[in-house]
C-alpha cells in the first residue's frame, strides 16, 4: 500500500529560527513529490520535485528529494510569523496524488 | 485565486440526506481529484476523473458516487449523509492524468451535517 509519511507532527519556533520538513514516500509508479503549504483553506502550491538532488528554491524555502532514499526535505530559512502553516507533502503516483498528514508550523515572535 | 471553482462553500444539512458538491477545473485542466480533510486526518483522496473517466479511487465510502461531465466540471455526490460525514471537501484539478504535474485546489466546501 502506498505511504506518505511527514515528520515531525509539529513543531513550534521562535522567528529567524530554520527549519527542516521530512517526507518519506513508497509509492508504486513514483512520478513526483509536490509541496504545499495550506494556511486557512486551500492548499496552495509550493515546489514540484521530480529529480534527485536538484534543490528548488524560492525565497527562504528550498526543498529537495532522494529518490534512492526516498524522501524530500522542505528548508524554511530566517522563519517569519507568516510562515505559520501546515506544510503537506503529496506523491504523484500513476493517477493518484497522495498526500501525507502534514507537519503543522508554528512560527511565534 | 488558483482558478479552481467549488461550490457551495458551506453546506449544513441532517443526517440521512445526500448533497452534491460541484467543482469546475481550471481552464485546460482534464484531471479532477476529491479529497475529505475531517479535524482529525489529513487530506484523504477520495476519487480522480481524467477527461471523463474515473482514473483512481482512494477511500471512497460507496455512500459516495462522484462523475466528471463533457465540460470536465465535475460532481461529488455524498449520500445517507452521517455526523462523521462533516468535513472539508476540496477538489483539485491539473493537466495531465499521471504525468508530474502540480495540482491547484479549490477553496473548499464545509459540510457539516447534524
Known amino acids: 500500500e502506498d505511504k506518505v509519511v511527514q515528520s515531525p507532527l509539529s513543531l513550534v519556533v521562535h522567528e529567524g529560527d530554520t527549519v527542516t520538513l521530512n517526507c518519506s514516500y513508497e509509492?508504486?509508479?513514483?512520478?513526483?513529490l509536490l509541496w504545499y503549504k495550506q494556511e486557512k483553506k486551500a492548499p496552495t502550491f509550493l515546489f514540484m520535485l521530480?529529480?534527485?538532488?536538484i534543490e528548488k528554491k524560492s525565497g527562504r524555502l528550498s526543498s529537495i528529494l532522494d529518490k534512492k532514499e526516498l524522501f524530500s526535505i522542505l528548508n524554511i530559512t530566517a522563519t517569519q510569523t507568516g510562515d505559520s502553516a501546515i506544510y503537506l507533502c503529496a506523491v504523484v503516483g500513476w493517477g493518484k496524488l497522495q498526500f501525507g498528514a502534514g507537519t503543522q508550523v508554528v512560527v511565534t515572535p | 485565486d488558483s482558478g479552481v471553482t467549488q461550490t457551495p462553500k458551506h453546506l449544513i444539512t441532517a443526517t440521512g440526506q445526500r448533497v452534491t458538491l460541484r467543482c469546475s477545473p481550471r481552464?485546460?485542466?482534464?484531471?479532477v481529484y476529491w479529497y475529505q480533510q475531517s479535524l482529525d486526518q489529513g487530506l484523504q483522496f477520495l476519487i480522480q476523473?481524467?477527461?471523463?473517466?474515473?482514473?483512481a479511487k482512494g477511500n471512497i465510502l460507496e455512500r459516495f458516487s462522484a462523475q466528471q461531465f463533457p465540460d470536465l466540471h465535475s460532481e461529488l455526490n455524498l449520500s445517507s449523509l452521517e455526523l462523521g460525514d462533516s468535513a472539508l471537501y476540496f477538489c483539485a484539478s491539473s493537466v495531465a492524468g499521471g504525468a508530474p504535474t502540480e495540482a491547484f485546489f479549490g477553496q473548499g466546501t464545509r459540510l457539516t451535517v447534524v
Open positions: 476523473y481524467y477527461n471523463g473517466e474515473e482514473r
Open positions: 509509492v508504486t509508479n513514483f512520478r513526483s
Open positions: 521530480t529529480s534527485s538532488g
Open positions: 481552464s485546460g485542466d482534464l484531471s
